[in-house]
């Protein structure tokens, strides 16, 4: 069975820029998750849905991210303008239900520069 | 306030050398505590769901543990191949958002 599929794997561009990045959840799940990685906080949730309603928000950092669920099998979250203090790698996740484990793809390292 | 907090930060094992990692957490109402392991450049790997204190769970050299404060992941006689980052995270109720640890990094020398 697919995983979680996110992409690109590597995204690197200049401050300022619009960045966009892709997830395909697991066909099926009804959840999906938005994280953030960093050496210095772990990993934080940013945002999550339920069939693709978006549920939290709380953990987007500021106005500059955003996120939509289109439809079941694809996500994406936008970083408009992008800055150096965004970079980080940027996880998806999904589950079949809420209180279900959460499955994670592989991740976007995003280097802002 | 909600937290996990996950000991030691970094562990080096012989291998065959058993040891436990710790996850203490303070959450309200607990629903669920969850195991995940993470490999360098992967997204985390699901591992073990524990949702009521008493509850274990095996697989493997792993075996998972929950009491009302804390969480074990006791790793018996471990190999290199079990070297990675152990993260746990917790919900409580009223919501699915996971709140994870900072992980132990965990090294197994041959």
């Known amino acids: 069975d697919a995983g979680v599929i996110q992409s690109p794997r590597h995204e690197v561009t200049e401050m300022g820029q619009e960045v966009t990045l892709r997830c395909k959840p697991i066909s099926g799940h009804d959840y999906l998750f938005w994280y953030r990685q960093t050496m210095m906080r772990g990993l934080e949730l940013l945002i999550y849905f339920n069939n693709n309603v978006p549920i939290d928000d709380s953990g987007m950092p500021e106005d500059r991210f955003s996120a939509k669920m289109p439809n079941a099998s694809f996500s994406t979250l936008k970083i408009q303008p992008s800055e150096p203090r965004d970079s980080a790698v940027y996880f998806c996740?999904?589950?079949?239900?809420?209180?279900?484990?959460?499955?994670f793809g592989d991740g976007t390292r995003l280097s802002i520069l | 306030e909600d937290q996990v907090t996950q000991s030691p930060e970094a562990l080096r094992l012989q291998e065959g050398e058993s040891s436990s990692l710790n996850c203490s957490y303070t959450v309200s109402g607990l629903r669920g505590l969850f195991w995940y392991r993470q490999d360098p450049g992967k997204g985390p790997e699901f591992l073990f769901t524990?949702?009521?204190a008493g509850e274990e769970k095996e697989k493997e050299r792993l075996k998972a543990t929950l009491t009302k404060k804390e969480s074990f992941l006791h790793i018996t006689a471990p190999k290199p191949e079990d070297s990675a980052t152990y993260l746990c995270a917790a919900y409580p109720s009223g919501t699915y958002k996971y709140i994870f640890g900072t992980g132990t990094r965990l090294k197994v020398l041959a």
């Open positions: 996740a999904s589950s079949l239900q809420g209180w279900q484990p959460q499955h």
């Open positions: 524990l949702y009521s």
